[in-house]
Each structure stands twice: as structure tokens, then as C-alpha cells.
């Protein structure tokens, strides 16, 4: 009983501790106000009680209308015609009224050129690709939008040049002004906004049986290395499994299609994702990661592990280079030693460096150390045929032991 009590206790303080406090979301919406108001789209910062405040649809459009570089003030058809005029928004009225947040998030995606979604799914969308980190709700307040485009900024349109980079070009903004949207190196916290989205729990199953009632057998985690639905894992993650899943910081479930190359003494292995979830929605594509061909590590370098430990919600942690050359038997190559904590279920993760490039796949521990995390590079996939049919779950399971 006491057991359970604390372990009761202990997710609980988990919890609480994940929940931003409202000062702390206050805080973050006064840095963006800052941050806009700095760069021209607003006029100034409001007080903490205005930031609260919902965010009205004539506001949300106007700064919309500012963030393409044109001056809201002086259109002659005013701002929502203007923006209705371009495409970006599908409503025109009710300027006082609440800007609902998918609304205002198809808006913005329509602006950087993104197509395959509706006013309905665009906030789920969002989150799906990354231009969001986190769920707002129904509607926005004042400092929900600021928040929302000020993480925008750096977004890259469906194009390549993110909103950003597209008001320099046009001469409304300086490479000065923008500089610090785009840093060399990212914090823990910008990696897990920007990169976040792209990782995902896999979940195994041993028998068809299982697969149907949903009750995994194992799992593991994983990562998206193309927009079509490539994904990268650890083999012992997938082995001896007839059918995967794979849960996206979203929500949503997709089924594995295929697998493409698979190596268990590199414990690497290649997927195809489908792109039609086992909810029936449609993912046009993926957010996914660039891996470093050469990563150029050394010692004492910052990494950062990104999975789901214990098969819980997507994680990240950080941690440094403790050896880049590492013997392990196991493996019969060098891994990558590192302090970026994970746990069972982190299997098959991505380890990123501070650019947000992938540099290894987290695989494993020793279970005598304290804090000695192993990586196995990347190598064999980029060496792999990413164009092949690939096989079922199911097919290697037989392939492998047809050649025992």
C-alpha cells in the first residue's frame, strides 16, 4: 500500500511540475510582447491583464497582415478584406470576436504556403509540423498569439525562407534585428519546441491478437528523418513484432508500413510510416530531423536525447560527450558515450547535438554505470537503399529466422 501511495504521490508531483504556472506563461507572453513589439508588429507592450485578455480576430489579422510586410494602417480595404484577398483567412467577420486558435493557425500556415488542411484540424496540423509546441486551447488570449507568432518567426514556409527571413529579404527587417531568432547553437528548450514534434513512441506487438486490443507487448521510441514518413529506430525495438505503432507528440497513432533495412548488430533500422493514422486522419507529411553525415564531436560537446522513456509522453534530456569512440562488443563498432539521461523505452531515440542534428540513436546503458548513456551512430542507415519496397513487420520476423 505504501508502495503504491508514493508511486501515487510521485506522478503526481510529476505532473504538477510538467504544468506551467500562470506567472511563468505571463512571463513568456511579456517576452514575446517584447520581442514583436521590438520587430515593428505590435505597438508596444501590454500590461499582464491585457495579455490575459482574449485576443479579438481584428487583432490576430492585423498583426497577420504586418507579419507579410505590408502595413495594416494603411490599407484601403482594411486588414481582414486585405487578408481574405490573399487567401490566408476564410472569415471576415466578427472583428471583436475571439480569434479561435485553429483559425488563426490555418491562417498563419496558409501565409508561409502551406496546404492539406481545414480551420478544423490547422491547430493539430500546427503541432504536428512543429510551428506550435504546445496546445492552446479553443481560442487565444492576447499573449497566446504573441506567443504563437513569436515562435513562428524562425519557421521555415513550405517553400524554405521562414517569415523571417522573407521580411529581411523584402528590406522591412535587418539581418541585426532577426539574428537572435536564429542562433548557432539551441537550448534544450528550443530543440524540444523546434524538434519535438518530429520524434514518437513505438509501440510493438508480438501477436496479431495483441495488435487488435491494443495492448503492446513493447516498445520504444523513434524519429522521422524524412516529410514522407522515413523513420529510424533500434532493431531490438521491432524485433520479433508482427505489427508497430507510432504515437506522435500529437496524439494521433500511426501504423508501421514497412521496413526498409534492418541491422542487429548495428541495432539500426529504417522505417516507413504511414501517413493515414488509425484515428482515419491525413498527415500530408512529417516534421523530421537532418542527420549530421560527419558528426564532428568531441568530448565535453552538449547533447541532447529525445524518446519516451518508459513509454510515457515524449521526453527530453541533456547531457555531454563523455567518449565518441567507444568499443562496445555488443555492437562490434564505436559508440557514443554520453550523460543525456534515458530509461527503458528511450530505445531508438534521436540524439541530437546543439544544432539540432541527429549524431546517434540512443540505445542503451551499462547497468553498472552512473550516467554512461550509449549511442550507435548513424552510419549503416545513411549507407542503406532508402528507395526499396522494404518489408512487413511480419516478413522480417520470418527473414530472420529462415536464417538461423
Not at 513505438?202 to 522515413?230: E, I
Not at 508497430?244 to 497513432?253: M, P
Not at 560537446?301 to 510515457?312: E, I, K, N, R
Not at 542534428?357 to 532508402?386: F, M
Request: aromatic share 8%; glycine share 10%; hydrophobic share 45%.
Amino acid at each position: 500500500m505504501k508502495k503504491r501511495f508514493f508511486a501515487l504521490l510521485c506522478a503526481l508531483t510529476l505532473l504538477l511540475g510538467a504544468v506551467p504556472s500562470a506567472a511563468a506563461l505571463e512571463g513568456e507572453s511579456q517576452k514575446a510582447a517584447g520581442t514583436l513589439a521590438a520587430l515593428g508588429l505590435i505597438d508596444g507592450v501590454p500590461s499582464g491583464a491585457d495579455l490575459s485578455s482574449p485576443a479579438s480576430r481584428l487583432q490576430a489579422v492585423k498583426l497577420l497582415v504586418r507579419l507579410s510586410g505590408a502595413d495594416a494602417e494603411e490599407l484601403v480595404s482594411g486588414p481582414q478584406d486585405y487578408a481574405a484577398a490573399q487567401g490566408w483567412v476564410t472569415v471576415t467577420g466578427g472583428q471583436k470576436d475571439p480569434i479561435p486558435t485553429g483559425e488563426f493557425c490555418a491562417a498563419l500556415l496558409r501565409l508561409l504556403g502551406y496546404e492539406g488542411f481545414t480551420d478544423a484540424n490547422a491547430a493539430l496540423f500546427a503541432r504536428r509540423v512543429a510551428l506550435t509546441s504546445r496546445d492552446y486551447g479553443e481560442t487565444l488570449t492576447l499573449g497566446d498569439l504573441y506567443q504563437l507568432v513569436r515562435d513562428a518567426l524562425p519557421f521555415p514556409g513550405e517553400d524554405g525562407p521562414s517569415a523571417a527571413e522573407r521580411l529581411v529579404e523584402k528590406g522591412v527587417w535587418t539581418q541585426e534585428q532577426v539574428q537572435d531568432l536564429f542562433p548557432e547553437e539551441l537550448t534544450a528548450r528550443q530543440l524540444a519546441d523546434r524538434h519535438m514534434a518530429a520524434a514518437f513512441r513505438l509501440d510493438v506487438y508480438y501477436t496479431d491478437k495483441a495488435y487488435r486490443a491494443q495492448r503492446r507487448s513493447n516498445g520504444g521510441s523513434g524519429f522521422f528523418v524524412t516529410p514522407d514518413g522515413l523513420a529510424v529506430t533500434n532493431y531490438h525495438t521491432i524485433e520479433d513484432a508482427v505489427q508497430a505503432t507510432v504515437t506522435l507528440i500529437t496524439g494521433e497513432t500511426f501504423p508501421v508500413e514497412k521496413v526498409l533495412f534492418y541491422d542487429a548488430g548495428a541495432d539500426l533500422a529504417l522505417l516507413r510510416i504511414s501517413r493515414t493514422s488509425l484515428e482515419k486522419t491525413e498527415a500530408p507529411f512529417f516534421s523530421c530531423l537532418e542527420i549530421a553525415e560527419e558528426p564532428a564531436l568531441r568530448r565535453g560537446d552538449p547533447v541532447y536525447a529525445l524518446g519516451a522513456p518508459l513509454g510515457l509522453t515524449l521526453a527530453i534530456s541533456d547531457g555531454v560527450v563523455s567518449s565518441t569512440d567507444h568499443e562496445v562488443q555488443k555492437f562490434g563498432f564505436p559508440c557514443i558515450v554520453n550523460t543525456a539521461d534515458i530509461s527503458h523505452g528511450s530505445s531508438g531515440g534521436a540524439l541530437l547535438n546543439a544544432l539540432g542534428h541527429v549524431v546517434g540513436v540512443t540505445s542503451g546503458a551499462y547497468e553498472a554505470g552512473n550516467n554512461l548513456y550509449i549511442s550507435v551512430p548513424l552510419t549503416p542507415v545513411l549507407a542503406a537503399d532508402w528507395t526499396v519496397e522494404g518489408l512487413t513487420l511480419r516478413e522480417v520476423v520470418e527473414e530472420v529466422r529462415n536464417a538461423e
